[in-house]
């Protein structure tokens, strides 16, 4: 994510990337902070609780102006807003590559 906002970076994009140390509602908290933010176009989350993030999704999607783009990897947010973008890894598959190749 670094190195890619880095490549943009000179169009003025700005990434900053928070650790909530494993705390679900820390992860919602700085995710609705990071909303508030008018120089806010798009968040990134890596897992969550859906019964926290969810809420923090929804409320953003349903009190903002601006169209802020949500992606959530790794994360059963099904039942969160149909706005957000949901994207997902499949460990095994990727393991599945790694062994192959090395065979």
Do not use: H, P, W, Y
């Amino acid at each position: 994510m670094k190195q890619q906002a880095a490549l943009v970076g000179e169009s003025g994009v700005n990434m900053k990337i928070m650790s909530t140390n494993n705390s679900e509602e820390k992860q919602a908290e700085d995710f609705l902070l990071a909303a508030q933010d008018e120089r806010t176009v798009g968040t990134l989350t890596v897992d969550g609780s859906t019964d926290t993030l969810c809420d923090a999704i929804n409320t953003v999607f349903d009190t903002t102006t601006t169209d802020i783009a949500v992606v959530s990897f790794d994360f059963e947010g099904e039942a969160c807003s149909e706005k957000q973008i949901l994207t997902f890894q499949m460990d095994a598959d990727i393991a599945r590559l790694v062994l192959d190749d090395l065979i």
